[in-house]
Structures are given as structure tokens and as C-alpha cells.
């Protein structure tokens, strides 16, 4: 780890051990796991939860811990936000429903964009932040009757394309709406206050809590059939936040993932997942066995910039 100097980010990887980030919200999976990764790595940690969830810390949130330092969220009270942010030269921001609006449906999408308002104002009047990383989602790319496949070769997708908001209204997509709104608010207050922000469209998070009533997984099928359908492991999933935080030369969108979902095969791998109590053999053609989609979505942006990424998890 490089020793400690006024500029807290290397040429291209690397922190100092003065380094101050927050974590918002770190309640649920990928919070409490990035939270864990940046204490274990040298990075003073404020983690931000929306509720009484230290215990989703593990045992980074011991008290003798004075790399981690716990506040109490809540997204629509700018002063929780405020307090959180205060002394961070960085925010990992990703959206948690809160606990009245577990489900996503269309208010949700308004909930998600006050948040993500609030956040970004916060930032830009934290006068020690250089760097947001924003997490939305895959469903944000994915979605839009251009999309689909027609007589022409249908396009290959990544983060220059965006998810067509009437279209995710007219067939009831509420995760993806929301993710879409709230990530556009986002890039639109950081570029009108000069923020320094990334945003990583991650594909489905493979986490043991992952369910069939997962509000990504509405419209499944179709992504499956349009090659469209990627997850994303928890622990490539931190690295490639930290990876962004740390790299000077990242700049705008992400889209992540590790795995594509395009045999028969791997659908019902994650079928099983999904669904435990499920069959433990799906009846399937000798067809439907030997077909393959073809993948239509790339990540070779992320991939390029990991390369000579190494994840710390493994070096501590």
C-alpha cells in the first residue's frame, strides 16, 4: 500500500491509508461487503445504513474497529446524509428499498430518484469528495423495442445504451425504470456540478439471499431469449467498484457481470437457485439441450480497465 501524501488516489491503483470513504447504503449485501473489503485493505470506512443492520458487518463492526465508523441513514433527511459524507473523499452509493417499500413497483421509481437527488446534492456540497460511484443496474441498459430482435441482426448492447423508460411502463418493468430515472438524475446533477462520478450497471447479484422475487429477474425469460441475461458474483462485483474508485482513467458507465446465462444449462442452474423447492430435473427437448443464445451484451469497457487490477481480498 502507498504511504500516505495529500493526493489520496496512485497514477492508476492504489489508496493511501488515510484514505476516508463512505458507504451508503450499507445494509444489505453489496454494501456490507464493500464495507468489509475497504476496512481489510487500510480505508477508513463510514458505513451508512438505513437501518439497525451492523450485524450484516460481520466482525469489521467490532468497537475496537477505529477504521469503521457507523451512522444511521435515512435518504430523504439531508442532515443523516450530510453527516455521513462529512471528512469522505469518496461515496459508494447503492439504493436499498426501505423497509415500508420492500417490493418495487411504480412509486418506487420516484422514491429511488429523491434519493439519488439527495445523495448527489450532498456530494457536491462535501467540499472533500473527488469521486461518487454510483451502482445501478444492468436494467438500466436493456430495455427498449429497438432492442428486440427483428429481420436484421439485432444490436450488441453496453454502457452507451440506455433503457427506454415508456417502454418499461407500458410492460410494468419497475426495477428497471427505477434504476433508469434514478441513475439519469444522478448523471444529471454530477455533470451540472462538476461531480466526479462513475456509474456500474452490475448484472444480477449472486448472493445467498437471491430469490424468484428479485425485481430484477421481471421480464427473465425475455432476457434469456435475447441473450441479454448476466450475473454477477458479489466478490468481482466490490473488486470492480474499488477498481473504478481507485483508477483516475475510469470515467462514465460500467456495465458488469462475469457470467452469461445463454445454454439451457445455466437456466436451470439458476432456476434452481432461485427455486430451491423446485424439481431437482427440469423436463427440457434434446433441442432445447443443445441450444445456445447468443450473447448480446458487453462488458469489454470494465474487463479493459480490470486488467491490471488486482483484487486485495486476496493479497491481505
Known amino acids: ?3 500516505a501524501a495529500s493526493n489520496p488516489f496512485d497514477d492508476h491503483h492504489g489508496t493511501t491509508s488515510s484514505t476516508t470513504v463512505c458507504v451508503m447504503d450499507a445494509s444489505g449485501h453489496l454494501g456490507s461487503t464493500l464495507v468489509q ?43 443523516s446524509i450530510v453527516d455521513a459524507l462529512k471528512g469522505c473523499s469518496g461515496l459508494f452509493y447503492t439504493f436499498e428499498p426501505p423497509q415500508d417499500q420492500p417490493d418495487y413497483d411504480e412509486y418506487m421509481a420516484e422514491v429511488e430518484v429523491r434519493a439519488a437527488h439527495n445523495v448527489l446534492e450532498a ?11 454510483f451502482t445501478s443496474s444492468v436494467t438500466a441498459v436493456v430495455w427498449s423495442s429497438n432492442n428486440k430482435s ?17 417502454f418499461c411502463r407500458k410492460f410494468k418493468l419497475w426495477h428497471a425504470l427505477s434504476k433508469t430515472l434514478a441513475e439519469k438524475t444522478a448523471w444529471a446533477l454530477a455533470m451540472d456540478r462538476s461531480l466526479n462520478m462513475v456509474s456500474m450497471n452490475a448484472g444480477l447479484m449472486i448472493n445467498p439471499d437471491l430469490s424468484i422475487s428479485n425485481p430484477y429477474l421481471k421480464g427473465a425469460a425475455e432476457m434469456y431469449e435475447d441473450g441479454l441475461l448476466v450475473t454477477v458474483d458479489i466478490n ?22 462475469n457470467k452469461f446465462i445463454t445454454q439451457t444449462g445455466d437456466a436451470v442452474d439458476l432456476a434452481r ?24 451484451i458487453s462488458n469489454k469497457k470494465l474487463n479493459k480497465l480490470m486488467v491490471g487490477f488486482k483484487s486485495k481480498s486476496q493479497m491481505c
Open 1 to 3: 500500500m502507498a504511504p
Open 37 to 79: 473489503r475497504l476496512v481489510q485493505t487500510g480505508y477508513t470506512v463510514h458505513a451508512a445504513l438505513q437501518s439497525h443492520g451492523e450485524s450484516k458487518l460481520g466482525s469489521v463492526s467490532c468497537e475496537n474497529n477505529k477504521r469503521l465508523k457507523i451512522f444511521h441513514l435515512d435518504p430523504f433527511d439531508y442532515q
Open 123 to 133: 456530494c457536491a456540497r462535501t467540499e472533500t469528495i473527488d469521486k461518487v460511484v
Open 150 to 166: 427483428t429481420v436484421a441482426a439485432p444490436p450488441e448492447l453496453d454502457e452507451r445504451h440506455w433503457t427506454d423508460v415508456n
Open 236 to 257: 468481482f462485483l466490490v473488486d470492480a467498484h474499488i477498481c473504478v474508485f481507485e483508477d483516475i482513467t475510469a470515467y462514465g458507465r460500467y456495465v458488469c457481470f
Open 273 to 296: 437457485k432461485l427455486t430451491p423447492s423446485a424439481p431437482a430435473s427440469l423436463p427440457q427437448s434434446k433441442d432445447q439441450d443443445m441450444r445456445i443464445i447468443q450473447e448480446r
